[in-house]
């Protein structure tokens, strides 16, 4: 029951998410806005359905079960979720799970993105880890953590690029900022 409840929750999610996407790319489009790497983000979107799906597999046909650290994978699960939440608001209708550049629009430093370049991957990284942790899916775990790493290693230099073609304010940007860890800097005056 327990399994079905968390799978449930993030399947919904990853829904919803995808709706937000949708509204926010018609929007963005109609303003103008440049698609980037159409190429990729059908495997990009394939990677996190059989990620879905070999996670519910592995758990129901091995028989895994609830972790003994569930609190703590748990309670860094929701940490994750609110940073993802404060990612989605921080960027608002730019916010989306395509490249979608809007030719000279302001770089969002805003929320979490005042620290890092790549929250929203940050938090993916971490859940391709915690979420089949927490029911002991040690292959999944392993193997989509591996096929994540390939996928971003293809999609981030491919926004990077885009953001910085487009962007005039992107390359000051990213050099203030590292890609995944927080970077902490006195406000200058």
């Given at each position: 029951?327990i399994?079905?409840?968390?799978?449930?929750?993030i399947?919904?999610?990853?829904?919803?998410?995808?709706?937000?996407?949708?509204?926010?790319e018609?929007?963005?489009l109609?303003?103008?806005?440049?698609?980037?790497?159409k190429?990729?983000y059908?495997?990009?979107?394939s990677l996190?359905?059989?990620?879905?799906?070999?996670?519910?597999?592995?758990?129901i046909?091995?028989?895994?079960?609830?972790?003994?650290?569930?609190?703590v994978?748990?309670?860094?699960?929701i940490v994750?979720?609110?940073?993802?939440?404060?990612?989605?608001?921080?960027?608002?209708?730019?916010?989306n799970?395509?490249?979608l550049?809007?030719p000279?629009?302001?770089?969002?430093?805003?929320?979490?993105y005042?620290?890092?370049?790549?929250p929203n991957?940050?938090?993916v990284v971490l859940?391709?880890?915690l979420?089949?942790?927490m029911f002991?899916?040690?292959?999944?775990a392993?193997?989509?953590t591996?096929?994540?790493a390939w996928?971003?290693s293809?999609?981030?230099?491919l926004e990077?690029?885009a953001?910085?073609?487009?962007t005039?304010?992107?390359?000051?940007?990213m050099g203030?900022?590292n890609?995944f860890s927080?970077?902490?800097?006195?406000?200058s005056?």
């Amino acid at each position: 029951m327990i399994f079905a409840l968390f799978y449930a929750f993030i399947v919904t999610q990853r829904v919803v998410e995808l709706g937000i996407a949708k509204r926010n790319e018609q929007w963005i489009l109609a303003k103008g806005a440049k698609e980037y790497g159409k190429g990729h983000y059908k495997y990009m979107v394939s990677l996190h359905v059989v990620f879905l799906t070999c996670f519910l597999l592995e758990v129901i046909l091995l028989e895994r079960t609830l972790s003994p650290f569930w609190p703590v994978i748990l309670t860094l699960f929701i940490v994750t979720q609110s940073l993802r939440l404060w990612a989605i608001q921080s960027l608002g209708r730019y916010w989306n799970t395509k490249v979608l550049i809007l030719p000279d629009a302001s770089i969002v430093k805003a929320g979490p993105y005042k620290f890092l370049r790549h929250p929203n991957y940050t938090i993916v990284v971490l859940e391709f880890l915690l979420i089949p942790l927490m029911f002991h899916a040690f292959y999944t775990a392993v193997l989509f953590t591996i096929l994540n790493a390939w996928m971003l290693s293809v999609r981030i230099p491919l926004e990077e690029r885009a953001l910085a073609d487009m962007t005039a304010n992107y390359a000051s940007y990213m050099g203030e900022r590292n890609r995944f860890s927080p970077t902490f800097q006195k406000e200058s005056e």
